[in-house]
């Protein structure tokens, strides 16, 4: 199994899902993270004075999948994801052990979907 | 709110009962006057709870955010009191030049009787105590983020006591000032020169906050600062309207003059920071509406509607640039503009009421034999005498307390933030 | 606030004073009108500030908050300006049918010694100024999360101008719908029908939020909106109970019939909600508040409490459906349903007031000799004829406007949220 | 509020209107007094709307948040229906000992010719209406996180019928506590034992909130808290100040020791906490402000500055303890401490009275012939027949509606949030 | 060493902390985020309409242990957060190849307790 | 490729994110958490009683690099995050098959920087 990660941009959230949803994905868990990369933040204004904000705003998905359809996910979020615009995001794969439903007790693949 | 206001704008009905009925003229409260003052009292107590409370709040860090919202409301508490044991006396009883006497200690004197002008007294020192909770309240500004909890109440009550008060009686309760024939209808000196220039001193003295001015956060809650700036504005119809001490044309002129200086205050900031930095911002324009308010106070109840739009330009320009200049330039870390606002806001205003009373510029006018000059050095030496009082006296008070208690936080508590290691809480919880 | 009103409830004291002293009658301001509409102006203004600004900031997506609230902030601003320079002049100054005169320019007119009723006309032309500031601050829900701020501005600023101005100057100034007759004790039409229309025009030019209606967020703070809400009751006092202009049976009336109608409002939304989901929302009850408020604002000063309730009854109901229809199935992005709650609202009661106003409904009756059907046309009449001018100048406004800037920001800014493309700030921070 | 303080502070104006014209002084209202009143009455439903709902809602957590706002909201106007229709009438109308009649059904009788004292009695009516609103709101504080939201409003429309309606007649609408000479200024036994007994009875009932007390989580927001206390405080203002029914020396006088009780429960509470933990929390000096407040009110209208101090000092100090005690020893979840808080104070103050009303502490003094000892049983009645009336009142309420509906939610809701459950809101979101 | 990331509902954070802590588990790190799965965001009201919510508040709970106790760690979890409703959670084990504590420059399992 | 998790104190984050861009990381992603350690969470005060709070705020650091530079990061993360006081925080290494970036479809360390 592969624990995917992904950092997306937070206005690509709801179309990714959409997207993920559609090839079958029926599990994901989402965090409001703040990320730094090629894209710098935006400046803020403070009376009479910018400041520029290192971070921006991003989203990161974690998704437990089967080895089998791993590359398909991928290539899934890639895709809704993508507005060819720096800041678009990363995706990265780990290796996934072992997973677990607490509802059930199901081990491996059992307890993804 | 000056002895002069009161009988340029003294009201009809009052003399009427003085006319039919001669003897009981002394004991008539008009229900009027005293209605609008009662509210003036409440909002302008508004003023600092919630309004100034959260117009700082907002722009301090999250950590921060708790002991802001208590210094103002723990300010609000300590001053009351020492104004009711002390302040009010020491500002209003007795005729010294320069400080009154402890004939109304503990308000003793106050009754059911007494009477300031045609409201009751009670409602006069009720009134008056709003502004000595506010004076100091506004000091908070220079010292968030750092100062201990105990030197802020300690500094503040001997601060009240010290500057507050006497100035109060200089100007407003017969003293030196009023003597001189010092125009100051609502506090530009009393209130604006005297807060603003302790901020300054105590700014110094503090030091900088350990990430001043590399990296200081931008405010955590422009919605809270948006909150209390229009609070803010509508309690000053209370502070300026309020200090025509009647419901007549008085009030209402220093309301309209006082509205007219906010909305181009404002503006004014906003269009700065748009042309500038291509973005105007909301915090922006509720300091540039402050800067007008400071600016227009000791004139509102001069003035016309030209004096209003030009406090409004003055004010907002002027401390525009003074904030770039103490913070910006000369590095001085009086966190949220105390000084740069209130302080150049208010003598600004103090020193143009010399001119824009004139009735050239459709105000009510000087007294008699006073030329435009001769006023605006009167108002020159009122400020000044203010000013350098105001910074020997807090300077030497801070000291004092520095001998008993810390007058800042650890830096481990200062990184931490003040919320939770002063007052056990914290501003915003997930649960 | 029509002369009519000022009629039926001119207080006693003035007249006393009157009687005893005719010389002095011209120039009497009554302290305790005075202090009243001194109060309704804070009320007033507070509504907008930041009464209606964090109603509506509530409703939006957090990244438009601050975009939210500036838009208020700085309407308040630009608008106390344009009211001070030239629409109190064209509302109030002269005696045209269509539009006033530049007698007024600068207010150039008020003295403290000008008086409108009982109290000074700088209170009259102040409390004015606070409803020629809510109005165009009310069309703000229709146009939220994606118009240009300089639009916004230039667009509210014309609009002061050659809608409000004039309507005010046709109902409220001795213009051509106060030789009609029309009945519009508090802003049914002048506020309600002119800025409900406004929005419903403003939305079909801007068009669509993009994601309106797939994916439309809900409200990100209910808290924002109830703290709203409740500052916007709190202020309909004044507004409908300052309409009076005196502190008397009118004003109580006013105010007692307000209430009603707003508790009412609410309670009715609420229980269709309960009803339809099994859930009532605080978002809900708040909106149906409005509702009642907008319905009853036109008859507040002509009815008894019997019109109170059938008006809660009525904008409850009807402005619930009127959202259904207007943003359900019309599928228009009026975003804060502006014209399905003010401007349906504000109809509704400009209607119903010839009926509820008879003494059968305990209200104060019409005048003499006018039937509750005759003037039902006539407030047909004044409603349509506004509606029309108002739908037409809007249009034009907004097309002239579209030459010069453009009115909707760009898909990328409106995606990522208006605060920090157009005000560089962001609602809520993490530090 | 009483027949006593309407003697006692009679203002002059009307008076001398009666003197002038005995044959037009039935018709006069004072345009002082009704300016006042009607800003107290803003006031005064500012205190629930929105003040009181964040003071509450602040406490709770993020959850919940929404129903606590919804609370305050929906009975807000559930109960303002219930006043006009019924309450009203059982409160004011008729002069039985026990209750009133229906004589004032619907608010039937009231014209804008009819008078209470010098004011309108639109603007009684309505006054009394936020009296009629906040009393039940108070008990929220005993129910939250946990109460159907049905049953709430069934709850509250009964009590107010039942119990505050009586006992408003009996103190102030000339019943049987008013014939006993019962001192009761602005509801130390109409408002604070009422609502702090029913606390006490339906967290009894009830129970406790699953996780109390193991793991009662801190409040989630001290910034709303304290926004909601400071909106507390200025209401107060009208709540007691208000309670004169004119703007004269009485309500000057009881605004002033009003804020004195104030300032000094908040700064009793701080100290406690200061010594016992070294952190000196907002939340706890709000809660010393409530106390202090509380404590005042039944006596504000009868003592002087020593009074107030008295009771702020005696407030503050005995209402600690008693959360202490209640929550902390007893262990009963009257979860947001109404009982010991409000109650406590409220009782404390109605006892108090007594002897601060005297002159010896410059107070208004008693009524003739009766000493001090004598005012204290008749106080100490008063308040033992309101309690018992209550206590057993709220009990057969809750079973009788216990047989209708659900008085809990089910673990499973309170476990997620009343919000998302019984309103289908959330307080904050992340878009 | 293993890197165990569980997927909770938020009203079972304290006491899976307290089974964890029984057991001695004495670090953990918890992050508040969003799920979609099988057990549906509940819907919201707003103005005469119902909005359903994608994603349900949950919390995460990230625990870094020696090999040794991973399954007593994965059981404690299970065991605490159950409430055999759909929603649950899941519990998801990696490899962990080194682990250092800040303060102190211990590695590996020596940084862990 | 590593994939270095990093928990540190808040008041860490600046200095942190600056060490490390001058060793050369362009890219990080960072998340408020709760941490449960070593480190107790504050008092809070609330009406006459004391409560402690479990956890206390930290603050997370995501960074994905290649294996040449993995001990260089974690000891520049280390030398800047550390007070050498309790809390300070933790370093975690694990093992990351693949990374992508989203804009270009660039994979493995390309993706990177
Ligand atoms: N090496 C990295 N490790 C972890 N997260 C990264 C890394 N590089 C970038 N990110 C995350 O990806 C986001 C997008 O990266 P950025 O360089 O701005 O644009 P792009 O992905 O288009 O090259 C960053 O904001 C950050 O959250
Ligand atoms: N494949 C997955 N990858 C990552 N997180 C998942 C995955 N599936 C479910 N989750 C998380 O677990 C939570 C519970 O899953 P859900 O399917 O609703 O119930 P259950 O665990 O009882 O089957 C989700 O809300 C989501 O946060
Ligand atoms: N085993 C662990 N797994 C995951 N996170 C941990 C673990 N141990 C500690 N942490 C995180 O590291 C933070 C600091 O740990 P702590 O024990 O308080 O101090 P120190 O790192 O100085 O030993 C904790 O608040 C927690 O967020």
């Known amino acids: ?113 | 709110m000056t002895i002069n206001s009161c009988h340029v704008f003294r009201r009809l009905p009052a003399v009427l009962v003085a006319m039919l009925f001669p003897s009981l003229a002394f004991a008539a409260t008009d229900s009027g006057d005293t209605a609008w003052i009662l509210t003036a009292t409440a909002l302008v107590l508004f003023m600092t709870l919630p309004g100034l409370a959260l117009f700082y709040a907002g722009l301090v860090q999250s950590k921060n955010v708790v002991s802001v919202l208590m210094h103002h409301f723990a300010l609000a508490c300590i001053l009351s009191v020492t104004w009711v044991v002390l302040g009010y006396s020491l500002a209003f009883s007795g005729d010294g030049a320069w400080v009154g006497d402890l004939g109304g200690l503990m308000m003793a004197n106050i009754t059911t009787e007494t009477l300031n002008g045609t409201i009751p007294e009670s409602v006069f020192a009720a009134f008056q105590m709003t502004f000595a909770i506010i004076t100091p309240a506004l000091i908070i500004g220079a010292y968030v983020e750092r100062m201990n909890f105990a030197a802020v109440l300690a500094f503040s009550v001997a601060w009240l006591l010290v500057v507050y008060a006497p100035v109060t009686h200089w100007v407003w309760g017969g003293g030196i000032m009023a003597s001189w024939g010092v125009m100051d209808f609502a506090g530009g000196i009393v209130v604006h020169t005297t807060a603003g220039t302790a901020a300054l001193v105590i700014a110094l003295v503090l030091g900088k906050r350990v990430n001043f001015p590399q990296s200081v956060a931008p405010p955590h809650s422009p919605v809270l600062t948006m909150i209390g700036a229009s609070m803010l504005w509508i309690g000053w119809f209370g502070f300026n309207g309020g200090s025509a001490l009647s419901a007549g044309q008085g009030a209402g002129m220093a309301l309209l003059v006082t509205h007219i200086a906010a909305a181009i205050g404002a503006l004014v900031w906003m269009f700065i920071e748009w042309f500038r930095f291509g973005r105007p911002s909301v915090v922006g324009a509720a300091t540039g509406m402050v800067a007008g308010l400071a600016t227009v106070t000791p004139a509102s109840g001069y003035i016309g509607v030209p004096g209003g739009i030009i406090l409004g330009l003055g004010g907002g320009v002027i401390c525009y640039y003074a904030v770039d200049l103490i913070r910006g330039k000369l590095k001085i870390d009086d966190s949220l503009d105390v000084f740069a606002v209130h302080g150049v806001g208010g003598i600004l205003g103090s020193l143009l009421v010399a001119f824009l009373a004139l009735e050239a510029f459709s105000g009510g006018g000087l007294a008699e034999d006073v030329t435009a000059t001769g006023q605006f050095m009167v108002q020159l030496s009122g400020v000044i005498v203010t000013a350098i009082w105001t910074a020997l006296a807090t300077f030497v008070i801070l000291k004092i307390i520095g001998m008993f208690t810390a007058l800042r936080v650890s830096k481990d508590v200062e990184v931490e933030g003040l919320d939770l290691a002063q007052h056990g809480e914290r501003g915003y919880h997930n649960t």
């Open chain 1, 1 to 113: 199994m592969k624990y995917i990660i992904a950092i997306i941009k937070p206005s690509r959230l709801d179309d990714t899902h959409a997207a993920l949803t559609e090839i079958g994905i029926s599990g994901l868990t989402v965090t409001e993270v703040r990320g730094y990369g090629r894209q710098r933040g935006q400046t803020e204004i403070y009376r009479g004075a910018e400041y520029s904000i290192a971070f921006v705003p991003k989203v990161k998905l974690e998704i437990a999948v089967d080895d089998k359809i791993a590359d398909d996910v991928v290539d899934t979020i890639r895709k809704a994801a993508h507005t060819d615009k720096i800041g678009d995001g990363k995706i990265f794969i780990l290796d996934l052990k072992d997973a677990l439903r607490i509802r059930t007790n199901e081990m491996g693949v059992d307890a993804l979907n």
